[in-house]
């Protein structure tokens, strides 16, 4: 069985989908979660689900030798991205070598880069009347959203669409293929 980490910031709805798919398919383990926020909703799921959560400030992550003891601790195999708001520092991207790998709400490379995130991405799929968008699932390499893609899915965008409405369909996308493509490609390699 692989065992993964899964770094966030947010609120963890995606870090607690993948942790409750895993849980009934018992082909992957969610190990540990990580975060450079005190006050993300995803410590709180993760305690109700019984999985150690701990946060690092952000010069943790950076020089990566608390995270990177942390990770080993837990004996993680992966790195799982799930709306993790800081950049991947050269320890982790050397410690974990093709082995991490991020979503993201836009059907890449439009879209992408730095302070493309969450709604600021479904607000510019919005206002540049956009006709599709979905997810794009990739691994990381020192630059944001350029490394190379794993998955995408996409979903209509329709003219009446508000960035709320794109992120209900996105977000259903996420939690539909995130977990899959994370079973598919974990077990697919040694």
Known sequence: MKRIAILASGSGSNAENIANCFAVR???EVAVV?????????HERMKRLGIPSFT??????????EVLKKLSEFAVDWIVLAG???R???PLLR???DRILNIHPALLPKYGGKGMYGMHVHEAVVAHRETESGITIHYINENYDEGQIV????????P??????????????????YPEVIEKLLTETE
């Open 34 to 42: 990580m975060s450079n926020n005190p006050r993300a909703g995803v």
């Open 151 to 158: 998955f995408q899915a996409k979903c209509p965008v329709l």
């Open 160 to 177: 009446t669409d508000t960035p709320e409405d794109v992120a209900t369909r996105v977000h259903e996308l996420e939690y539909k293929h």
């Open 95 to 97: 410690a974990y070598p």
């Open 88 to 90: 991947i520092s050269a």
């Open 84 to 86: 993790f708001m800081n």
């Open 26 to 28: 018992k082909q992957v």
């Open 56 to 65: 690092f400030p952000r010069e943790a992550f950076t020089t990566g030798d």
